[in-house]
């Protein structure tokens, strides 16, 4: 019988593009899929933007917007707090989880409007509350990870043996988890270090990983064994047996715009000559880093094309969009000018998908998101690792130490990433025997990739085995 499936993307770009993606694989294989949608507690151009493309591409796929919470009733008392609570309060990850949990009511009255025709409710890896809606309704519900094995393999492990509210420890303190190579406390994101007021409710979120039925997870077999073996095997939770894993990937969304005036300037390029530099839906650098980028660029004489966004204020965690770029005054003097044959930078946004996939791109600077990350590996790319905010530093690890795929841009871990840097890397990824060795490597990868989603490849065989397990939860 046709299976129906409710997907809950949670917030950020991040998360609902490949929780889209996913979507078109229920439809493949037959499903109806509805994606429950929630509104930003701010206001996010580029979460809308995503929305409004993911929802004009997906015609098989149905986009409900879940209505608003109920206004919180404050607790006497409440409303006297200090400046500490009241700004830990504001903190955009605290604001992220307090509206995820405050959708719980509207998810269930929106679920059980459509019962008993819902097979499964499939969840981001932020909205644990959920888990507690599909137990009411007796509903068998699932992760869909938006980050990779290696991710899952410490996560798992270590929001369920922290007994604190963050993870304070010395940044070189080296970490051993199974399923991931050795790497420093530092690398740990710092959303969850060091007193942080998002460590409390991310960690709390990942400790519920292993009370779903399963975890699909956007990755494949062979792209990460190590971690897959650790997981299957139980070694990742300490106190709790792992449910079944199933790596349903490499799922990219995206991509087929056309008319961007980038893809027409990189239609003038010869073949694989562009390094491609881009920083996720929210990476911001400051002036000064932007200027040693500028510089760099400048100086390796390779041709680029780089995404720049306005500064952000460190200080301000309203989330409030930013304005357009001022490039002139952001970069150095007669910069744009002087590269202007060899290059291009586009204002706050480009269509990375089309762009990384481009045959004239040729390497790709990027921070490390997932969904760049797998991006850039299906468009048998060299990454240039440059982590800036949430687990992306632990990625930069696997991408380099496991994976191979990548190197890292030193620096990333100091005030900036200087402009020689910048030179020597991207010509070494560009001209040199090393950047041609990996760029085979990644190639490689990349076939494999492909060979995965293909039938009978580990990724589709293991979506099968998902919606098999699936009818088996159905009918006990
Ligand atoms: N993205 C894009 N254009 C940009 C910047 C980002 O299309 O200029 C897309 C990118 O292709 C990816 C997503 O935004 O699908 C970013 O997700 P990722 O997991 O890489 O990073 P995050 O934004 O979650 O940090």
Redesign the pocket.
Known sequence: MKKSVVLYPGL???HL?PMVALANVFVQHGATVTVALVEPPTTSPEFSAALTRAAASNPSVTFHVLPPPPPPSSPAGSSISDDATSSAQQHPIVLMFERLKSMSPPLRNFLRSRLPAVDALVLDMFCGDALDVAAELNLPVYYFYASGAGDVAVFINLSRSTTTSSVDLDGDTVLSFPGAPPFKASDLPQEISNGSPGAKPILHALSRLPEADGILINTFESLEPRAMRALRDGLCVPDHSTPPVYCIGPLVS?GGEKEHECLRWLDTQPENSVVFL?F????TFPKRQLEEIAIGLERSGQRFLW?VRSPRDPEDMSGKPLPEPDLDALLPEGFLGRTKDMGLVVKS?????DVLRHRATGAFVT?C?????L?GITAGLPLLCWPL??EQRMNKVFIVEEMKVGVEMSGYDEEVVKAEEVETKVKWVMESEGGQALRKRVEEVKDKASQALKEGGSSHAAFVEFLKDLDNMRSL
């Not at 946004?349 to 998908?353: C, H, I, R, T, Y």
């Open positions: 950020g770009v991040g593009t995206g881009s996720g839906s929210m990476g995404v946004w480009a269509p990375q998908v921070h998101g997932w969904n760049s990350t991006e905010y949430a």
